[in-house]
């Protein structure tokens, strides 16, 4: 019997952010790190992998030769290795979840002083259960929005000091889900926020959360 499904992976889409007001395009991290050519789609290929393997029961054949693939992918990329302030994966805030795999790779569709709204597509690697998105992934999902909002709006480092997610109704896995976020109020170094995850209409999580913009030599 086949068990032939519909694939609804979207069709990846190139971030509004991805493009410089002059039009062109960015290639590299915030703090000027060149990006390999092809970068972004080697990160996008990962997160499908993810869901991949977390949507298959594969045979003892591709076991054994995903489990080579990896382990000489793993060498390979142990040569590559570099200290923090030079890696790639987390710096690159053009790219959906900033290439970082842990956090879902969010759109950005419009992005202004005061907030922003995009859309995130979460797939089977975020399973909680029943067809639901993961509780622990829904704050990764606000931090990193928030966090890098009060970044944007703030212009410097700053730290989670609170996250609170309330859960209001399920959040599909497989389904585009609308996402927002805004600045509730600034109060010197202070930044409080606010973000909404929602599906169609019906909103399935919110949070509120303080980031402090950290002082000179504070890590
Ligand atoms: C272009 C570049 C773009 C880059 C984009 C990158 C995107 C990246 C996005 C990724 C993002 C990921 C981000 C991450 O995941 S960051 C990782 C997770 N967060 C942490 O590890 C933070 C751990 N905590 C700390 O380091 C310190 O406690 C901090 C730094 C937060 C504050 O210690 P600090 O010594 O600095 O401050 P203070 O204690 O003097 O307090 C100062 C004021 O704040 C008030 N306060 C403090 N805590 C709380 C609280 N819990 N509720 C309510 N209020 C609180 C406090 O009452 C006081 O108020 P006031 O008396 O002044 O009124």
Redesign the pocket.
């Known amino acids: 019997m086949s068990h032939e499904s519909p694939d609804p992976r979207p069709e990846p889409v190139a971030p509004a952010a991805l493009v410089r007001t002059d039009g062109s395009v960015t290639d590299r991290t ?1 703090d000027g790190h060149l990006v390999p050519e092809g970068y972004s789609d080697m990160i996008d290929g990962v997160r499908e992998l993810l869901d991949r393997i977390a949507a298959a029961v594969p045979g003892a054949d591709l076991v054994a030769s995903t489990t080579k693939a990896v382990a000489e992918l793993n060498d390979r990329f142990a040569e590559h290795a570099v200290a923090e302030p030079d890696q790639l994966s987390g710096r690159l ?1 053009t790219v959906p979840g ?1 290439a970082q795999l842990a956090v879902p790779a969010v759109h950005i569709d419009e992005i202004g002083e005061d907030g922003m709204s995009g859309h995130v597509w979460f797939g089977r690697h975020f399973l909680g259960s029943n067809g639901v998105v993961h509780g622990g992934a829904i704050p990764m999902l606000f ?2 929005l928030l ?2 909002f009060a ?2 709006g703030g212009g410097a480092r700053s ?4 996250l609170h997610v309330d859960y209001r109704s399920v959040a599909p896995i497989e389904t585009t889900l609308r996402v927002t976020a805004h600045v509730e109020r600034v ?4 930044h409080f926020l606010r973000g909404e995850l929602l599906d169609g209409d019906r909103l399935c999580a919110e949070a509120s959360a ?1 980031f ?1 913009t ?2 000179d030599g ?1 890590q």
Request: charged share 40%; proline share 0%; hydrophobic share 40%.
């Open positions: 915030w805030i900033r931090d990193d966090g890098r970044i944007v730290r989670t000091a609170f109060e010197g170094r202070k303080l402090l950290l002082k504070q």
